[in-house]
């Protein structure tokens, strides 16, 4: 589906390739006090090309079809070759016949511990774990396809979701953190577990309809498309009621709220005061943000 949407908008692009992401990965390492030691930027450098250069489908994207994402991985310890640091993940698709880019994914791993040798091999291995560095980062970029791709089409993400929930099972045989069970709610396990759980299904639909029938419909009338998006919330409520406060609920959250807030207070004028009940129930972190909604 995210191949026809794109093929309206780049009706004339002919090159074609394989490799699906155009990522921008940053290494910060100011906490370890050595920021300026050449291996951060081999790291940061390696690191960019596994993610843009690895083919991680088998479909092919065209220049302008690849995701728009970032990784900025904030080392704060080394020793040797064994770093701690924290992962900040986030992609944006582009919403129909405009220039706006619209947040999909925005994740914030607080758990990324890896051993790195500068300059050593790095190959993506579905099957099998090769490392925690190609792990975590292998684990987020199909996270990142899974959740594009629920944006156009009704729980399109199946399968990348099924192969980030696949690598998180192998991954499990390391010490790092952030795999198993008693990493607690708000590790990688507990958020591709409830990406595959039908008692999160509301929140897929939910992505669906708020892009395609809300945003990509606001060429052809901003008032209805506002309307769906409104009525897309609904699919929310009902998860809250089923599993209130959820991790899930925060990780759309993180990526969705300013937008929502910006969505509602600007025009045309609709009836939001359903949506704004909704918005402090599912989502009472960013209460200041549904005080803010001007209408």
């Not at 698709?93 to 500068?118: A, G, I, K, M, Q």
């Not at 953190?177 to 639909?205: A, C, H, V």
Request: with cysteine; net charge negative.
């Amino acid at each position: 589906m995210r191949n026809l949407f794109l093929l309206f908008t780049f009706l004339f692009s002919t090159v074609v390739i394989s490799q699906e992401l155009n990522c921008t990965v940053s290494v910060i390492a100011q906490q370890t006090g050595n920021e300026n030691d050449v291996i951060f930027k081999t790291l940061g450098n390696q690191l960019t090309e596994f993610v843009n250069n690895t083919k991680w489908t088998d479909k092919k994207f065209s220049q302008q079809e690849r995701i728009n994402c970032s990784m900025i991985i904030n080392v704060t310890e080394q020793s040797n070759n064994l770093f701690s640091a924290t992962l900040q993940v986030s992609s944006s698709r582009p919403v129909f016949n405009s220039t706006y880019s619209t947040p999909v994914y925005n994740y914030n791993d607080r758990t990324f511990n890896f051993e790195y040798l500068e300059f050593q091999n790095l190959v993506f291995n579905p099957t099998q774990f090769e490392s925690n560095l190609i792990s975590v980062l292998s684990f987020h970029v199909y996270m990142i396809l899974g959740m594009d791709a629920d944006t156009f089409e009704l729980n399109g993400g199946d399968e990348y979701f099924y192969q980030a929930q696949t690598i998180a099972s192998y991954s499990q045989q390391l010490n790092g953190q952030g795999w198993k069970l008693e990493d607690g709610l708000q590790s990688r396990f507990s958020l591709i577990n409830n990406l595959t759980s039908p008692i999160y299904k509301g929140m897929r639909s939910t992505m669906y309809k708020y892009h395609m029938e809300g945003l990509d419909l606001m060429n052809e009338g901003v008032k209805e498309g506002k309307s769906q998006i409104i009525t897309s919330l609904e699919g929310l409520e009902k998860v809250h009621s089923v599993r209130p406060n959820s991790y899930l609920m925060r990780v759309f959250f993180d990526a969705k709220a300013d937008e929502i807030m910006d969505i509602l207070s600007g025009g045309p004028s609709v009836n939001i005061a359903d949506a704004v009940n909704i918005l402090n129930k599912v989502a009472p972190m960013h209460s200041q943000k549904w005080r803010d909604i001007k209408y």
